[in-house]
């Protein structure tokens, strides 16, 4: 009586497992992908964690398959490439994100950033000289500015900007 039980058992677990793998729960491929996006996000936090940007990049794009991540991972994905000193991919990075949100300043000193860095120093200039006639209380972006002037030995209009950061700013 008992071997007929389990017999019984494990003939209807073998129909049950069997067929299981014909079932499929109506949007299971949805959460296995949110899912999976999910890990990689969280294997490109811990890559920025330890500064390794290159590797952090390449598991945030791979997260952005999820679209509730995607803002988030595009945003960490620009700035990897950026630490990473990968200027090119940065560059287009930043771009994608300004497109989606062109008026954060933010993003456009980030890209000023990566512009002077390029060695594309005069677009440069005008990106920070727009950033800081539409935000003149940021006292970085005017530092930027500053030094890019320095750099580029723009000396006269660097004495004239120090001048407006001691006012702005006299603590710096």
Known sequence: MIIKK???LLSISFFFLSCSSNLRIPGESNILIKNICSEY???AEGYTNIKNYKKAAEYYKLAMRDKSLKPSASYKLARSYALAKDWENAEKAYIELLKIDNDNSEIKASLAYIHGMKGDTELALKEYEEL?????????????YINLLIFTKKMDIAEEQIEILKQRFPES
Do not use: K, R, V, W
């Open 6 to 8: 389990i017999i019984f």
């Open 132 to 144: 800081i006639i539409a935000n003149p209380n940021i006292q970085t972006y005017l530092e930027n």
């Open 41 to 43: 996000y969280s294997i």
